[in-house]
Nanobody, 125 residues
Framework: VQLQAFGGGLVQAGGSLRLSCAAS????????AGWFRQTPGQERDFVAA????????AYVESVKGRFTISRDNAKNTVYLQMNNLKPEDAAVYYC???????????????????WGQGTLVTVSS
């Protein structure tokens, strides 16, 4: 499974971006997909996840009410709509996927088998 993440860029604080993660596998609907982010020198942190085909969502507390994860199973793509961006949201964002996750594991990066290349989000204050 190959994942391609795109949609990052430079945005002012309070602005919006939508990240996309396109998967190469036609059964992507059966995969749990997640977004993680990483800043230099820091560990990769969980942001949001879309559990299996129904996309039951999970979010880190700091993005609740601002970020929305969704998926288009027909396009084998998962999205992360990010609104009201803050400088602390700036990071490289990675999408991940796996078909062996259980709902309680979606926040852990080692539960995912496949990773995209990352897309940089920069938020100016």
């Amino acid at each position: 499974v190959q994942l391609q993440a795109f949609g990052g860029g430079l945005v002012q604080a309070g602005g919006s971006l939508r990240l996309s993660c396109a998967a190469s596998v036609r059964t992507f609907r059966d995969y749990t997909a997640g977004w993680f982010r990483q800043t230099p020198g820091q560990e990769r942190d969980f942001v949001a996840a879309c559990f299996r085909s129904t996309c039951s969502p999970a979010y880190v507390e700091s993005v609740k009410g601002r970020f929305t994860i969704s998926r288009d199973n027909a396009k084998n793509t998962v999205y992360l709509q990010m609104n009201n961006l803050k400088p602390e949201d700036a990071a490289v964002y990675y999408c991940a996927a796996g078909n062996r996750l259980i709902s309680s594991s979606v926040r852990y990066d080692n539960a995912y088998d496949y990773w995209g290349q990352g897309t940089l989000v920069t938020v100016s204050s």
